[in-house]
C-alpha cells in the first residue's frame, strides 16, 4: 500500500484533490481534501476509531454516511464556539477547523469508562431501577454525581453565544423534502405545472443516493440523470432550493420547520456577517416526502466495533471521497442491494467477500457477483467479530432463518464489514403530521398508508426502492407523466434477519447492539419482555433503546423485529413508538433566532423615556414597559434619593411620568350604562368634567383593576387603568360588549400611548403650573378635586385631571404624545424655582402607602374582593347586576373570617416590617404556625419618620388596636398594632388644598 | 401553529393573531334575571365546561385583524375547525346534528326550533 | 412474595444472563368483581391502589387502563418535585408528596431516582420578588426548608444563569426549595404498579371504560372493552380525559384539556444542577441525569387532545431560556413532545367525592401533577376507603367551585407547575 493507504489514488465525486485542507481532531493535524466531512479525511487518514459509547464506553467508529450516524458524534470548535455531539458525517472540513472526540478520558484510544464494558453483565437494561437505593442519602451525594459525570456525550460551550441566528417565513404551493430522485423528479414535474415550489434537502449537493442506486435513465447513469435534473432545477424561476437544510418538524397544516446550516461549513460566510443557522418557518399546501430510506444494521454478536458501517456507507466512502475502510472487507447482508458495495470495492481494488443470510437470491446483482468471481456464501451469518479497536477477523457460519446458535463457524482476516439489513422508508416527517403506517412484507418495514391530497409520500419514502417506480411516482405532481426509459437489476427479495446467530447458548453474553449509541442489546429488549415492559412504549423507555441522538433510525426495526422473535407478536401487532420532531437536532440558537438580548423582547418606552436615561434613572420592567423606578443625583444611593423624591412632592412639588397608565376613550349613547355594568360602583350619575375612581371585578367577585375615569360629556368618558391592566381591560371591555351586551351602542379605544402624562403633585403644584398658563384658571375654585379641564399649558394641548394618588394638590396633566417631552421640559423648568424633583414608582408607591391607597396586585392577589379592602361603600347596592356581583354571593366570599385590609404600626418605628411577613395567631418555638394574614405593602415612610405598612389579617377590622405578631427569619419575633390604612393626612386636606 | 380564518373580516392568520376565548354559548345568568341564580347555576356558568375529545364550539377573537369576536366549530383532536359563524349565532344544523355528548344535549332543543 | 432488588440480587441473576427475572407486574384478565377500582394508570391512579392495598388492606383491587401504564403525562413531564406552594391547602399536600418521594425508592424497591437537587424560582420583576418573599414567608411557617437567595447565590448555584443587571428582565434574587428536585417519572409509575401488584392488585392493560353503571345513585361497576366488572367504588383519575369519563357518569366537570409543550436537548456532561423556574419569561430547565437538559414551556391556548408536540408555545419557551441561559444557543433540541393536561378553573386539583356514592374523582393537576402522585394517591385512597375526603383533600373537593373557595395559587405570581 502506497502512504496513503485508506484514500483511494482515483475517485471521490466530491473532493477536490487540487485543494488541501488542514485541521485538528484531538489536537493532532490531519490532512483532507476540500469537499471532505470529518468521517471522510478521518478515516483517510488511517483511523478507525471515532468515539465511545454511552453506557458502556466501547470504542465506536463510523456507522453511516449523513444525518443517520449514530456513533461518530464529534465536537467542534472551542470556548463560546464550542458546539457538542456533531455527526462527523455531516460536518465539511475546512482550514483551521478543531474538532475533538466525546465521552472519553483521558483519551480516545484509553478511556477508564471502558471498564464498564468489563461489568456489563452486571448492567442489564434498567439496573438502576433495582439498586443505587441504599442508603437512602446516597443517590444524591455519591450515585447520581457519578452516573451524571459518565452520562452525557459532548460538553457544552462556555459563554455567550457569538454567533447570530435568524427566521424566514415562506410560503410554498409545494415543498419537496428530499432531493434526491424522487424529490428531484417530483419538483422538475410539480414545476412544470407553474406553481411555487420548494425543494429542501439535508445535504450540501442535491441528488441523495443517485450516485449509490444501480441503473440507467434515459441511457444515463442514475447519478448523471441526479446531476443534470438538478441543473435544470436550478435555473427555474418558481424553485426555491435549499441545500444543508433539514425539514426538522412537520406540524398541523402543513406547517413546517426547515434548519439551514449557514455557515457551519466555511467560516468566512461568518464572518460576512450570516446568521450561524436559519430557521425556515414554511406553510405549504402540499407536502411531499421524498425523504428516502435508511439502511439498517444487522444485529449480530460485536456488530459495534470499529470499522462496521453500512453498505451503503462504505460504497459513498469510496465513490464520494476515495475513500476505503480497509483492505479486506466482508459484506453481510440480507437483500441485493449490498451486493452494489461489493462490486464497488471490487473495482477499487479491495478484497471483498460476501455473506448472505437468504439461502438463495434471484436477482441480477447475486448472479453477477458470483460471475465475477466474488466469494459469496449463501445461507450464512457473521456469528462472531474479532478486534477491540477494530475489526481483525469476522467468523463466518451456516446459517437458515429461524435457527437460534451457531454450532460451527470458519475464521476470516478483514478488517472491516460492510453490513446491510435492508432499508426503512424514512417515515419521521409523514408521521409527525398524523401520516398513517402499515408494514409492507416485502420490505419486512413500515411504509405509508394512504395519501390525501396535501400529503404524499414517493421513492424510498414511501417504500418503493426502485427508480422506475420513483419516477413514476414523482410524475403525479404534474399535469401530464413524462415518460422514462429506465433500465435497472432485478432485485431479489429480502429476507428479514433481526438476530444473528452466535456461537454458546442463544444470547448469552454475546453483545448483538441494537442501538449503538445508547448501547441497547437485543439481550436488553428481551429483558424488558421478559419483566413485563411489554408495550413497546415501556420498553423503549425502560432500554432507552430509541432515545439516543438518532432518535432510533436504524434502531427502531431491528428492536421490533427482536421483540418480534422474543414475544411471537408480529411487528404491526407490536407497533411502533411515536415519531416526535425533530427529525435530526437542531440548535436552540435557531428556535430562538434573533430574538436574544436587546431584541428578546420589546420595551415599551414612554416619550420621556430618553429624558428619564439622561437624568440618572433605575428602571424597572413593569409589563413591556420599563418605568422609572428612582433617579439617584449625584452621590446619592436609592435609599436616599427616593426619600429626597418623596419629600419634594410632600413639602414642594414633585413630577411623575404616568404616561403608562392605561387610557382608555369610551364612547356612544350607551356608554353610562355600560360602565355601570363593568364597575362595581355607578358611573351613569356622574356629572360631565367630573372624576370618579372606579372598582372592577371579575365575575368570580375578585378585585381586577382600578382607575380613574372622567366623563367629558353626556356619551363620552376617559378611563383609566393599572399600567399592568391597560391592555387586559381594553380587551375586556370589548369582549363584553362584542358577546353580552351585544346591543350596546358603545366604541372602546384604547389611547395609552397617544397620550403623555405626568402627575405633578405638592403643595406648589398649582404655582407651577399657573406660572406656564396664566389663563387656564386651576383654582381651587374653579377647578376642585376630582374634575377635569381642557386647555393648553405651556402653550401645549392638555388635558387635565385634578386627582391624586399622592394626597397632596395634584394635577394629572395629558398631551399628545409628541408633545410629551416639550411639555415635561416646560414644567421641569417651570418648577425650577419651587424645587420640582422627578420621581419614580418607589416614592409613588410610599406615597400612596402613607395614605392608605390600595395597588391592585399588591392589597389583592386575585382572591381579594372590594369589601376586603375596605370599599364596600364602593360596591353598588342599587345596581341590579354587574360584573362580579353575583360570585359576592357565594358562601366563601361573605363567609366568617375573610382576611380584611388594615394599616400595621410596629412597637420599634424604625424597624421595617418584611415584605409579604405572615402574622401567626400564636408564636410557637417552631413551625408549623397558625398564620392569620400578610403583610401586603410595607415602607419607612419618611414623612412620618416611621415604618408603615398594610396587611390583609383575618377579621381585621374587627382587631383595630390589637397587636398581631410577625415570626420573621433567623428567629425574631415582630410586633405592630393594627390600625386603619390611612397613616398620612386622614381629613384629606392637603389634596382639596 | 394552526391556521384562522375570520368569518367577520376574512383575514386568515396563524392562531396568535388570534386569540382564544373559550366554550361558546356559556349563558351568563345574570344578564337575563340577576335576582334569581342559584349557586349551581353560577357555578355552570363559571367553571362547567364542555371539554370533548372531537367537535368543540368556542370563541376566538380576530385580535390582529378586525378586531371582532365570532364562533368556530372545531375538532379538539385534529384541531380543525369545521365552521366559524357569528358571534351571536348557533352553529350550522349539520354541526349542531353531529355534535356528541354535552353539546348533543345543549343543541338538541335548539335543533328543534330550526 | 416477589424477589427483592438489590445489588445482590442483579449480581445473582448477572450468572445466568438475567433469565430468571420476574415480571414486574403481573397481566391478570379481568375478574367479575372488585371491592374498588381505579380508572387511569397513571402515576395517580397506580399510587392510589398501591395505598388502598397498603394503608387500607383493600387488596381485591383494580386498576384498569386504556392504553400502557405510566403512558400519559406520568411520563411526558419534566419531572420537577417541590413544594413550596402559596395556599395552606396546596402547601400540605404537595409537602405530603415531597416528603414521600424522599423514601419512596426504599419502600417501593424500586429506584426512582429522587434527587433533592435543589428547585430555585427566578424573581425578575420587583412585583414578582415581593410575592415570593411572600410564599418564602408562608412556607417558613408552615416547616417548609425554603429561602430567598441574592443573584450571587443564583450565580453560585446555578453557574450558567445570565444574571447581567442590564438584561431584559435582570434576575433580583431567586425563592430556592433545597429539598425540592427532581425523580425518574416512569420508574414512578413502574414502582407503583409492582409495588401494587405484590399487595394482590390486578392492574389490567389495554382495557378501556365505556361505561359506569350505575343503579339508585349509586355505582355498581363498569363497562369496559374487556367486559363487564362489578364493583361498589369507582376512582376516577384519568388526568387528561377526566371530562369524558365523568361525561359517562352524567357528570360535567370544570375542567377543560390543553396541549403542554416540552423537550429535551442532546445530552451534554453536567452544567446545570438544579432546577431552574422563570415564571416572567415562562421557561424552566433542568438536567436529567442522562445529561439532557429538560424544558418544560407552555401550553397551546385551545382545548386540544392532539398529544402532539407544537412549535409556537416550544418557539416561546426556547428564546426565553437561551436568554436565561446564554450558553444553550449552541446547543440542540433532541426531542419535543405534548401532553394533555386537565386545567380546572382554579388551576387547583380536584380530590372529590361526587353525587354519586361510590363514585370518586382524582384530576385536575394541570401542569404539575408529577410532583403530587404519593401525596395525592395517599389522600385519595383514604378518601375511597372511607368515603370521606382526608384532611388534606378536603379543600380540593369538587363543591369548592359553587363556594368560590378557590385556590388560587397563581396569585402568588408562581405559575402551578
Known amino acids: ?993 | 401553529m394552526i391556521i384562522v380564518t375570520c368569518p367577520v373580516c376574512n383575514a386568515s392568520g396563524d392562531e396568535t393573531d388570534f386569540h382564544y376565548g373559550g366554550q361558546a354559548h356559556v349563558r351568563r345568568p345574570a344578564t337575563d334575571d340577576p335576582a334569581n341564580i342559584t349557586d349551581d347555576e353560577q357555578r355552570d356558568y363559571l367553571f362547567i365546561r364542555h371539554n370533548p375529545k372531537g367537535l368543540h364550539f368556542e370563541r376566538w377573537r380576530c385580535d390582529r385583524g378586525c378586531g371582532k369576536w365570532f364562533h368556530a366549530a372545531r375538532d379538539t383532536l385534529t384541531l380543525d375547525f369545521k365552521a366559524t359563524y357569528g358571534i351571536t349565532e348557533l352553529p350550522p344544523v349539520e354541526l349542531m346534528k353531529e355534535a356528541k355528548g354535552p353539546w348533543a344535549e345543549y343543541f338538541k332543543a335548539r335543533l328543534k326550533k330550526a | 412474595m416477589k424477589s427483592r432488588y438489590s445489588l445482590f440480587s442483579l449480581a445473582r441473576n448477572a450468572k445466568n444472563y438475567h433469565k430468571d427475572w420476574e415480571k414486574a407486574w403481573r397481566s391478570p384478565a379481568p375478574k367479575a368483581e372488585y371491592d374498588a377500582v381505579i380508572v387511569g394508570g397513571g402515576g395517580h391512579g397506580l399510587a392510589t391502589a398501591y395505598y388502598l392495598a397498603k394503608n387500607h388492606g383493600m387488596t381485591n383491587i383494580a386498576v384498569v387502563e386504556k392504553g400502557w401504564i405510566g403512558g400519559g403525562n406520568t411520563g411526558r413531564n419534566t419531572t420537577i418535585i417541590r413544594s413550596n406552594y402559596l395556599q395552606d391547602a396546596s402547601i400540605a399536600i404537595y409537602e405530603l408528596s415531597r416528603s414521600l418521594y424522599e423514601g419512596l425508592s426504599q419502600e417501593l424497591n424500586y429506584n426512582m431516582m429522587f434527587s433533592p437537587r435543589g428547585v430555585m424560582m427566578l424573581c425578575q420583576t420587583e412585583h414578582e420578588f415581593r410575592a415570593f418573599k411572600r410564599t418564602a414567608s408562608a412556607n417558613r411557617l408552615s416547616g417548609l426548608d425554603c429561602r430567598m437567595v441574592t443573584p450571587g447565590e443564583v450565580k453560585e448555584i446555578c453557574p450558567i444563569i445570565n444574571v447581567d443587571p442590564n438584561c431584559r428582565y435582570p434576575i433580583l434574587g431567586a425563592y430556592y426549595q433545597p429539598r425540592g428536585g427532581t425523580g425518574r417519572h416512569d420508574a414512578v409509575a413502574w414502582g407503583y404498579a409492582r409495588g401494587a401488584d405484590a399487595l394482590g392488585v390486578d392492574i389490567i392493560q389495554n382495557c378501556e371504560v365505556t361505561g359506569i353503571l350505575r343503579e339508585d345513585g349509586k355505582v355498581t361497576g363498569l363497562s369496559t372493552s374487556r367486559g363487564e366488572i362489578r364493583t361498589k367504588k369507582v376512582g376516577v383519575v384519568t388526568a387528561g380525559h377526566v371530562s369524558t369519563i365523568m361525561d359517562m357518569a352524567g357528570i360535567r366537570m370544570p375542567i377543560e384539556s390543553l396541549c403542554l409543550q416540552a423537550l429535551v436537548s442532546e445530552p451534554i456532561k453536567p452544567v446545570i444542577d438544579c432546577v431552574v423556574m422563570a415564571n416572567t419569561v415562562h421557561g424552566y430547565m433542568s438536567q436529567s441525569d442522562k445529561g439532557e437538559l429538560v424544558v418544560g414551556g407552555g401550553t397551546d391556548p385551545y382545548n386540544n387532545y392532539s398529544q402532539r408536540g407544537s412549535f409556537t408555545a416550544l418557539e416561546h419557551t426556547v428564546t426565553a431560556l437561551v436568554e436565561t441561559f446564554p450558553i444553550i444557543s449552541r446547543l440542540r433540541m433532541l426531542r419535543q413532545w405534548g401532553g394533555i393536561v386537565d386545567m380546572t378553573g382554579d388551576r387547583s386539583p380536584i380530590l372529590s367525592k361526587t353525587d354519586i356514592e361510590g363514585l370518586y374523582v382524582n384530576c385536575g393537576w394541570g401542569t404539575g401533577g408529577f410532583k403530587a402522585i404519593p401525596g395525592s394517591g395517599f389522600v385519595f385512597a383514604d378518601t375511597m376507603a372511607n368515603d370521606r375526603p382526608h384532611k388534606i383533600a378536603e379543600p380540593f373537593g369538587l363543591n369548592r367551585f359553587k363556594e368560590g373557595r378557590l385556590i388560587d395559587e397563581s396569585v402568588a405570581a408562581a405559575v402551578a407547575h
Open chain 1, 1 to 993: 500500500m502506497s502512504k496513503k493507504p485508506y484514500r483511494l489514488s482515483t475517485g471521490g465525486t466530491r473532493i477536490d484533490r487540487a485543494a488541501r485542507m488542514t485541521f485538528t481532531f484531538d489536537g493532532k493535524d490531519v490532512s483532507g481534501f476540500a469537499g471532505d466531512t470529518l468521517a471522510s479525511a478521518v478515516l483517510a487518514s488511517g483511523q478507525k476509531l471515532f468515539g465511545r459509547s454511552f453506557k458502556y464506553h466501547r470504542a465506536r467508529g463510523l456507522v453511516g454516511l449523513g444525518s443517520e450516524e449514530m456513533n461518530a458524534l464529534i465536537g467542534v470548535g472551542s470556548g463560546n464556539r464550542h458546539e457538542p455531539n456533531l455527526r462527523a458525517t455531516q460536518i465539511e472540513i475546512f482550514d483551521g477547523l478543531t474538532a475533538e472526540s466525546q465521552n472519553r478520558w483521558p483519551s480516545l484510544k484509553y478511556d477508564i469508562g471502558a471498564a464498564n464494558t468489563l461489568v456489563s453483565r452486571f448492567l442489564p437494561a434498567g439496573f438502576y431501577y433495582k439498586t443505587f437505593m441504599w442508603p437512602r442519602s446516597f443517590w444524591k451525594h455519591v450515585y447520581e454525581p457519578f452516573i451524571r459525570k459518565a452520562a452525557g456525550l459532548g460538553k457544552a460551550p462556555e459563554g455567550r453565544d457569538p454567533d447570530t441566528y435568524e427566521h424566514m417565513h415562506i410560503h410554498a404551493d409545494v415543498i419537496i423534502i428530499g432531493g434526491g430522485i424522487a424529490g428531484l423528479a417530483a419538483a422538475e414535474a410539480a414545476a412544470s405545472t407553474g406553481v411555487r415550489v420548494l425543494l429542501c434537502d439535508e445535504n450540501p449537493v442535491l441528488g441523495g443516493i443517485a450516485d449509490l442506486t444501480a441503473g440507467m435513465i434515459d441511457g444515463a447513469c442514475v447519478e448523471d440523470y441526479a446531476i443534470a435534473a438538478a441543473a435544470r432545477l436550478a435555473t427555474l424561476p418558481n424553485v426555491h432550493i435549499l441545500t444543508r437544510t433539514t425539514v426538522v418538524g412537520h406540524y398541523h397544516q402543513n406547517y413546517l420547520m426547515a434548519f439551514e446550516r449557514v455557515g457551519d461549513h466555511d467560516p468566512a460566510i461568518l464572518a460576512s456577517g450570516a446568521p450561524k443557522h436559519r430557521l425556515w418557518k414554511i406553510r405549504a399546501d402540499k407536502v411531499v416526502v421524498a425523504t428516502g430510506a435508511l439502511e439498517r444494521p444487522i444485529a449480530f454478536a460485536n456488530n459495534d466495533r470499529p470499522n462496521i458501517m453500512l453498505a451503503s456507507a462504505v460504497r459513498g466512502m469510496i465513490g464520494r471521497y476515495g475513500v476505503t475502510p480497509g483492505s479486506t472487507g466482508v459484506v453481510f447482508t440480507n437483500n441485493d442491494d449490498a451486493y452494489l458495495t461489493a462490486f464497488v470495492l471490487k473495482k477499487a481494488g479491495v478484497n471483498v467477500q460476501v455473506v448472505d443470510s437468504r439461502s438463495r437470491s434471484d436477482g441480477a446483482l447475486v448472479k453477477r457477483a458470483i460471475a465475477d468471481g466474488i466469494d459469496v456464501s449463501l445461507g450464512s451469518v457473521i456469528s462472531a467479530v474479532e478486534g477491540n479497536l477494530g475489526v481483525t477477523a469476522v467468523k463466518i457460519a451456516a446459517y437458515r432463518k429461524g435457527q437460534g446458535r451457531v454450532i460451527t463457524e470458519k475464521r476470516v482476516e478483514c478488517d472491516f464489514v460492510a453490513m446491510s439489513g435492508g432499508w426503512n422508508p424514512a417515515l419521521h416527517l409523514w408521521c409527525h403530521n398524523g401520516g398513517k403506517i402499515q408494514f409492507d412484507d416485502s420490505l419486512q418495514s413500515f411504509r405509508p398508508k394512504s395519501h390525501t391530497d396535501d400529503i404524499v409520500a414517493i421513492g424510498g419514502a414511501n417504500g418503493t426502492m426502485s427508480v422506475e417506480a420513483t419516477l413514476i411516482e414523482a410524475q403525479e405532481l404534474g399535469k401530464k407523466a413524462k415518460k422514462f426509459k429506465v433500465e435497472e437489476p432485478d432485485r431479489g427479495a429480502l429476507e428479514s434477519i433481526w438476530f444473528a446467530p452466535a456461537t454458546g447458548k442463544y444470547n448469552e453474553g454475546n453483545k448483538h447492539f441494537i442501538d449503538f449509541q445508547n448501547d441497547v442489546t437485543a439481550a436488553d429488549l428481551e429483558l424488558a419482555q421478559r419483566e413485563g415492559y411489554e408495550s413497546v412504549e415501556h420498553t423503549k423507555r425502560y432500554t432507552t433503546f430509541g432515545m439516543a441522538t438518532d432518535q432510533g433510525k436504524t434502531s427502531n426495526l431491528n428492536g421490533l423485529g427482536v421483540i418480534s422473535e422474543a414475544t411471537g407478536k408480529t411487528i404491526p401487532e407490536i407497533g411502533v413508538t411515536t415519531f416526535r420532531p425533530p427529525y435530526t437536532p437542531y440548535s436552540f440558537g435557531a428556535i430562538a433566532g434573533a430574538h436574544t438580548g436587546a431584541l428578546f423582547l420589546p420595551v415599551r418606552r414612554t416619550p420621556i423615556y430618553n429624558w428619564h436615561a439622561d437624568h440618572g434613572a433605575v428602571f424597572e420592567p413593569v409589563g413591556q414597559w420599563r418605568r422609572t423606578y428612582v433617579y439617584p443625583q449625584a452621590s446619592e444611593d436609592k435609599h436616599q434619593a427616593i426619600v429626597r423624591e418623596i419629600l419634594s412632592v410632600r413639602n414642594k412639588v414633585g413630577m411623575l411620568d404616568a404616561s403608562t397608565l392605561g387610557k382608555i376613550e369610551i364612547k356612544g349613547p350607551d356608554a353610562a350604562e355600560f360602565l355601570d355594568r363593568m364597575y362595581t360602583n355607578t358611573f351613569s350619575t356622574l356629572k360631565i368634567g367630573k372624576c370618579r375612581y372606579g372598582l372592577m371585578m371579575n365575575e368570580l367577585g375578585f378585585l381586577s383593576d382600578d382607575g380613574v375615569t372622567v366623563r367629558l360629556g353626556e356619551d363620552h368618558f376617559i378611563m383609566h387603568t393599572t399600567s399592568g391592566g391597560a391592555d387586559r381591560i381594553a380587551a375586556w371591555l370589548e369582549e363584553w360588549l362584542q358577546t353580552e351586551w351585544t346591543h350596546y351602542k358603545v366604541f372602546v379605544t384604547p389611547v395609552t400611548e397617544q397620550w403623555a402624562q405626568f402627575a405633578v403633585a405638592g403643595p406648589r403644584a398649582r404655582d407651577v403650573l399657573s406660572k406656564l398658563a396664566p389663563d387656564f384658571d386651576i383654582s381651587n375654585e374653579a377647578f376642585p378635586h376630582m374634575s377635569f379641564k381642557q386647555g393648553h399649558i405651556g402653550g401645549y394641548p392638555v388635558r387635565v385631571y385634578r386627582i391624586s394618588f399622592s394626597g397632596e394638590l395634584s394635577y394629572e396633566v395629558a398631551t399628545p404624545a409628541n408633545f410629551g417631552q416639550g411639555l415635561w421640559n416646560a414644567i421641569m423648568e417651570a418648577g425650577d424655582e419651587f424645587g420640582i424633583s422627578a420621581y419614580g414608582t418607589e416614592a409613588l408607591h410610599v406615597l400612596r402607602a402613607e395614605k392608605g391607597y390600595i395597588v391592585v396586585g399588591d392589597e389583592s392577589d386575585g382572591t381579594v374582593t372590594p369589601i376586603d379592602v375596605g370599599m364596600e361603600g364602593m360596591v353598588s347596592k342599587k345596581k341590579t347586576d354587574f360584573i362580579g356581583k353575583r360570585s359576592l354571593e357565594q358562601s366563601f366570599l361573605k363567609g366568617p373570617n375573610r382576611k380584611q385590609l388594615v394599616g400595621l404600626l410596629t412597637e420599634d418605628p424604625t424597624e421595617v416590617l418584611p415584605d409579604g411577613a405572615y402574622a401567626v395567631a400564636a408564636v410557637k418555638d417552631k413551625p408549623p404556625m397558625e398564620m392569620i394574614g400578610q403583610v401586603t405593602s410595607t415602607y419607612m415612610s419618611p414623612t412620618l419618620g416611621r415604618s408603615i405598612a398594610m396587611a390583609l389579617i383575618q377579621n381585621g377590622r374587627a382587631r383595630m388596636g390589637e397587636t398581631i405578631s410577625f415570626p420573621l427569619e433567623g428567629g425574631k419575633v415582630m410586633k405592630a398594632t393594627i390600625t386603619d390604612t390611612v397613616f398620612y393626612d386622614k381629613e384629606g386636606a392637603r389634596l382639596h388644598g
